[in-house]
């Protein structure tokens, strides 16, 4: 009897294992990763992800484009730039000298429930001639209560650094300025109020430092006209 040896190719092994990854192809396109998502979404995820790292990205390079460009305001007006045009005096140039509020200053109703909230006010930055000019500064609020009967109890204390002042500044209808708001204490009564507040400025340029005080009587609850 004769026995027939039959020898099978070395790469069949290797065959088998292609067509086995081939069969599982399928499979893996809805492979869970974790037992949650799909490839697919996961793929999706990553994308959207992507995209809004892109967006916060951008953003952040245009503010701080912004920033340089406040910066070098800073330096310039602290270094000080000299006249280009011979003959002039520098104490003639423009500098802020004096800070005042805006006659629209006041306590104002922002979310239309019949009670006012917020502290808003406009802050004029003047030259030595009494007009507007651009201030670069830090700047500070503070708003004291007064009650009959009562001794009288600061409500407000807020710092604004230079690039905040910087950012509040607004021009419109009710002229140029910088807009700073205030939230009130939600305790406070409804009735007629004092509020005595008073803003400081100091001047990035010149290191002057100065401030203005205003005295606002006003009615927490707003009266129909």
Known sequence: ??????????????????????????????????????????????????????????????????????????????????????????????????????????????????????????????????RFYPGVGEANVQAVLIEDGAEPKKIIDQAYTAMQFLDAYRSGFSGTHYTLRLPLPADLPASVIQLTVKVSFTDAATGAHMSTQKMFEVSLKRTSI
Not at 9 to 28: D, E, N, S
């Open 1 to 130: 009897m004769h026995v027939r040896w039959v020898f099978l190719p070395r790469r069949l092994p290797a065959l088998y294992l292609c067509a086995a990854v081939l069969l599982c192809l399928p499979a893996c396109k809805v492979a869970r990763i974790g037992g949650q998502d799909s490839t697919d979404e996961v793929i999706s995820s990553i994308r959207r992800e992507r995209n809004e790292l892109k967006k916060q990205i951008e953003s952040l390079q245009e503010e701080l484009k912004h920033l340089h460009g406040q910066v070098d305001v800073l330096q310039q007006q602290v270094q000080g730039t000299p006249p280009q045009v011979p003959g002039i005096d520098p104490k003639h140039l423009p500098r802020v000298v004096r800070i005042e509020l805006h006659r629209f200053s006041g306590v104002v109703d922002t979310n239309r429930d019949d009670r006012k909230d917020t502290l808003r006010l406009y802050v004029r930055t003047l030259d030595q001639h009494g």
